[in-house]
């Protein structure tokens, strides 16, 4: 089945202690990004990634790391976790460039910071 | 920067109703996106549109791209209660890079059984 899966799914930490979300698609997608999901704001974008070794910065970068080794995978990396990063997280990925094909979302990952 | 806004914010209607979500753009796009989301669960891609007045039809659904490509819309007919969610437009981030996804906030639909 053509997924986009992110582990884990829920995630309670403290302030400080690193943690990283992993992505990973079995379509063969050359594109992959990550949002954040707050209410009031929708959805913004953190990093994304058009193909292996290419990342770039979305709207809302800070505090975020990522890397693309493989085609099918994009970890998110939060080396200090802050309270300002709870919120819920998802994955996407798309065959071409994410603005001009579908994007495939994962089923997110809901972390709390405390 | 860009900005692109959805309206309204909440929309509360009875079944069997329609119901029209806007989303307008600061500036002129190349294509803009239109995905839907479930409560709890993730953004779904409903459709692309791409040329000027383009209008796109999906079972109830009515997708409209203006004619200056600054603003689109979803209509939906007859609603049901299965139409629930929140409706999200999405465009390409012209003040950022080139993979840079901009979206409006989004409409969240509740239907009255």
């Known amino acids: 089945e053509a997924q986009v899966t992110q582990n884990p799914r829920y995630l309670i930490t403290v302030t400080g202690k690193k943690l990283t979300v992993t992505c990973s698609q079995n379509?063969?997608?050359?594109?992959m990004s990550w949002y954040r999901q707050d209410p009031g704001l929708g959805l913004r974008q953190i990093y994304y990634?058009?193909?292996?070794?290419?990342?770039d910065k979305g709207d809302v970068p800070e505090g975020y790391k990522v890397s693309r080794k493989e085609k099918r995978n994009f970890p998110l990396i939060l080396e200090s976790p802050s309270p300002n990063q709870t919120s819920l997280y998802f994955c996407?990925?798309?065959?071409?460039?994410?603005?001009?094909?579908?994007?495939?979302f994962g089923p997110g990952t809901r972390l709390t910071v405390l | 920067g860009q900005q692109v806004m959805q309206i309204p914010q909440y929309q509360h209607v009875q079944e069997g109703e329609d119901f029209t979500t806007y989303c307008n753009s600061s500036t002129t796009l190349s294509n803009i996106q239109w995905y839907k989301q479930r409560p709890g669960g993730h953004p779904v891609f409903l459709i692309q549109?791409?040329?000027?007045?383009e209008v796109k039809k999906q079972k109830r659904l009515t997708f409209q791209f203006g004619e200056a490509k600054k603003n689109s819309s979803l209509h939906i007919t007859a609603t049901q209660t299965t139409d629930v969610g929140t409706y999200f437009c999405?465009?390409?981030?012209?003040?950022?890079?080139?993979?840079?996804?901009?979206f409006g906030k989004g409409t969240k639909l509740s239907v009255k059984p």
């Open positions: 379509m063969n997608h050359e594109y």
């Open positions: 999405a465009g390409p981030n012209y003040g950022g890079s080139q993979g840079n996804l901009i």
């Open positions: 990634s058009m193909n292996v070794e290419v990342t």
């Open positions: 996407a990925s798309s065959l071409g460039r994410g603005i001009t094909d579908t994007q495939y």
């Open positions: 549109l791409v040329k000027s007045g």
